[in-house]
């Protein structure tokens, strides 16, 4: 994905259902990169790695 | 007294006599009414209803009522609610929102006596981080009217920074009480997540915004966070932690403290500038006796996309009906965001969110735990003009907005607080910007190691060519 007008292959669902407005492709795109960018990272995630979990962590490791 | 606009200046002058609290807030306006015309910063005025806080403030003056903030007047970020008033949040699709509740951060200020005299210009429904705003005018930085002010807090930090008022409010999901901060030589302050109430002010990506305020000097920041901070039920991700006294030991300095700075290999990018101010912040720590430990900032690496996914996702949900029915009406630069947000699957939305616990571990865990704070660079280089880094919606415009922000952005994702201030000025005499990163609620250790620093510097001392100060 080098082009940010290039639409990426998960999105042929979209072509064929009538197809993605053009004014989509791009953000379309955009939103491909920034995910397949976390792809790497996502694979070390576990189980127990809820969503919210920030917050816990945040108040277990507070300093005052 | 001297020619400053400080909460601390004026709120001396205040409980002195040397000015009423309505005279100052007349001021305030007529100061902000003639800076908008230079720099383009004024989205209201509001005399009456602020002529009748002053009124008040005075009152409780008169009877002795030490607050620090009582009859100070501020201006704050058009997203802050208050209630039966128009919050057009920078936009054309809110131009006639008008809520029903008052923001927890307007009530709490109003509760400790500060002035609110209008609503302030920002970047459109705060998506963006040079201060652009295609929709309604972009304000102009008060050191150099050709350059940004910096976003989304943008016409905040212009109003405090050229002393028309004491501090405003901003917000920040990805920097922007940080950037403009930094653009405009002024202490920007993010507290740790769910420290202040978001409730009622517009949200952009409730995982991720935080609200704090833009002031001229650290302990004014301290004094505004101490009006602002605790728990709120009615912001459900408030945090219910015990609130510190920030001005407590604001003055003990940095003497055998530890301050983090990262490798020489993650400032790469940097200005000669920027890279010359980072070096000589370090030596002056440790000129003040505080020790410094290199940590490797690895762990942050995708800090950047993980932010883009979590904002764009959650920006692009609260207005998907906007985006579909009158995408005419959002600026380029706004819609294009915001679409492209509509596309983010909800397995790696949900990853985003879980990979936050992760990079504050992995942090933590690479050094961060063992050093009181964490210096980092805030801009690359000197900000950019306006003409040039006006990019629309053109392609390639997502990698610019991120290295503009790739110093702010990480802090947002950890939701550790993060407080920027000037660390010097290049050639051309504007100002270059550094942060300060703490542990999760430890405000006080941020505050009190950017005193020491701006103590020993003056550089919050030093003021823009424009300016409309208007101090007694």
Wanted: charged share 20%; hydrophobic share 45%; glycine share 10%.
């Amino acid at each position: 994905m080098s082009d940010p007008d290039e639409v990426p292959a998960w999105l042929e669902t979209w072509q064929g259902m009538g197809g993605l407005p053009s004014e989509l492709e791009a953000a379309a795109g955009a939103a491909h990169r920034q995910v397949r960018a976390l792809d790497r990272a996502a694979a070390r995630l576990r189980v127990d790695d809820e969503p919210w979990r920030i917050r816990r962590v945040l108040a277990q490791r507070a300093r005052r | 007294m001297s020619d400053d606009a400080s909460i601390e200046a004026m709120g001396a002058a205040l409980r002195a006599r040397r000015v009423g609290a309505e005279e100052l807030a007349i001021a305030a306006i007529s100061a902000l009414e003639t800076l908008h015309g230079q720099l383009h910063v004024l989205v209201e005025a509001e005399p009456e209803r602020a002529q009748a806080q002053a009124r008040l403030a005075q009152k409780a003056i008169d009877a002795g009522d030490p607050r620090p903030l009582l009859g100070v007047p501020m201006a704050h970020k058009d997203m802050f609610y208050r209630a039966g008033r128009i919050s057009a949040c920078g936009s054309a699709i809110l131009a006639e929102h008008r809520p029903t509740v008052t923001s927890t951060a307007l009530e709490r200020l109003d509760g400790a006596g500060a002035v609110d005299v209008g609503r302030l210009h920002m970047v459109e429904l705060a998506l963006g981080v040079t201060g652009h705003n295609a929709v309604t005018g972009t304000p102009k930085n008060p050191w150099d009217p050709d350059r940004v002010p910096g976003g989304s807090s943008s016409a905040s930090a212009v109003s405090v920074a050229a002393g028309a008022v004491g501090a405003a409010l901003g917000s920040d999901t990805g920097g922007s009480i940080r950037i403009p901060a930094s653009c405009c030589g002024l202490v920007g302050l993010k507290p740790t997540y769910g420290r202040v109430s978001r409730f009622g002010a517009m949200p952009l990506a409730a995982s991720l915004d935080h609200v704090g305020p833009l002031c001229r000097s650290v302990r004014d920041a301290a004094l505004v966070l101490q009006a602002l901070a605790g728990h709120d039920p009615n912001d459900p991700l408030s945090a219910d932690e015990p609130v510190d006294n920030y001005l407590a030991r604001i003055e003990d300095g940095v003497a055998g403290m530890v301050l983090g700075v990262p490798e020489a290999s993650d400032l790469d990018g940097l200005s000669e500038a920027a890279l010359a101010a980072f070096d000589q912040a370090v030596q002056t720590y440790q000129r003040l006796g505080c020790g410094v430990r290199r940590i490797s900032l690895a762990a942050l690496e995708n800090a950047n996309e993980l932010a883009t996914t979590i904002i764009g996702a959650e920006g692009a949900a609260i207005h998907a009906n906007a985006i579909r029915e009158r995408p005419d009406a959002f600026g380029p630069q706004t819609l294009a965001r915001l679409r492209s947000g509509l596309f983010v699957p909800a397995t790696h939305y949900l990853q985003a969110l879980a990979l936050r616990a992760r990079m504050l571990e992995d942090l933590q865990e690479a050094g961060f735990a063992e050093v009181d704070t964490l210096l980092v660079p805030a801009l690359d280089a000197t900000p950019p003009t306006i003409e040039e880094s006006d990019v629309a919606s053109s392609p390639g415009f997502g990698k610019l907005l991120g290295q503009f922000a790739r110093w702010f952005r990480p802090f947002n994702v950890l939701g550790v607080p993060s407080l920027a201030m000037p660390t010097g000025f290049d050639g051309a005499g504007m100002p270059v910007a550094g942060q300060l990163v703490g542990h999760p609620f430890d405000e006080a250790t941020l505050l009190r190691m950017a005193r020491a620093f701006e103590r020993e510097t003056g550089f919050t001392e030093r003021r823009p060519p424009t300016s409309v100060s208007h101090a007694p």
